[in-house]
């Protein structure tokens, strides 16, 4: 019963901080209607969440997370000309191009509900979803497993010709494009199952 | 209870496999001992497992990973020469150049097991470590963030040039070295908390 009332108070909070972030127009509008969904349920409530997005990272040196610096952030598609921009940004480093597919991070309050959401994203094509915790707190993953990481240049300089470059650019783009359509499925499915 | 005895006959079993595998020289040696440590406890087995690895990978159509075709696995570290050796098996398809930390899946006894050895793997440097179900059998999976994921040409003509090439090596390269470092911490602590 405690836990429950701690459930429900963490719940209050992490609606308040969406709420806020909705205000500061921080949350993609993709991955809303899904939030939307989830929270509707007394059984759940999102903490995070990206809907998946294009990133340009300059990091120092190999494995040094701490000191990359983000040169670019597209949650959508972008054309070369976008790319080409924010690369006049990138100075020092190993520069990156990243795709990532969308993740949510959900707090559950019982593992039958957990292990119901899993299963339906896992059919809606997000087969890299797991339970991040469950002991005292139950907390779940959403997220699907195609990305992109690859070096693209160096302090400033890129490594790549233009056709390469645009190779990478589409990829990135396919990356967001079918993580649209899994949010779609996933919004769908939640619609009838939850 | 007859869950606890479905646990023992299931371990039994991937014991079995496990044992098959050392005998077909297919499991690799640093994470053998890891494999051993783990399986020594009542409370757990691993059902399956890869030390890290750089794959060459051949897709037909992106995404489509049912016909992609392997063109080179390396459990190691690799020379550009052994790179440029794989790269003439290389024909249809956009060609990718991945770099893939250690992965160990591990069924549990117990809840309260399972979240002791993720937090082990958490404090070795295996930061994406999750569960991967708990309802009837308790998985878990041991992973890190590491990698490279990298298209590097197509039906079977590179699109980068040497330097770009020797530099993606050196990054595959180095997680794998990584990977070890984070093999042997994982060790020495289950060792010592196991």
């Known amino acids: 019963m405690a836990l429950e009332k701690e459930f429900y108070k963490s719940k209050e909070k992490a ?31 999102t903490s995070s969440s990206c809907a998946g997005r294009i990133v340009l990272l300059e990091i120092p040196k190999i494995g040094d997370k701490k000191n990359a610096k983000f040169v670019g952030i597209w949650h959508r598609t972008i ?27 959900i707090s559950v309050k019982t ?21 991040k915790s469950f002991n005292k707190n139950i907390v779940i ?3 699907s497993t195609e990305r992109l990481d690859a070096p ?3 302090d400033g300089v890129l490594f790549c010709n233009k056709e390469y470059l645009n190779l990478l650019i589409n990829i990135a783009n396919e990356v967001i494009l079918k ?8 919004k769908s499915k939640l619609k009838k199952k939850l």
Not at 179 to 185: A, C, I, T, Y
């Open 79 to 105: 054309k070369p000309t976008e790319l080409k921009s924010a690369l006049k940004e990138a100075k020092t480093g190993l520069l990156w191009i990243i795709a990532q597919p969308p993740i949510i991070h």
């Open 152 to 154: 693209i240049g160096k």
């Open 179 to 186: 993580s649209n359509l899994k949010l779609k499925k996933f």
């Open 15 to 45: 609606l308040e901080s969406l709420r806020m972030a909705k205000i500061y127009d921080k949350v993609d509008r993709k991955i809303l209607s899904i939030l939307n969904l989830i929270n509707k349920s007394v059984e759940f409530y």
């Open 111 to 131: 593992s039958s509900a957990a292990d119901k959401l899993v299963k339906i994203a896992n059919a809606s094509g997000f087969k890299n979803s797991s339970f």
């Open 141 to 143: 993953e959403i997220c």
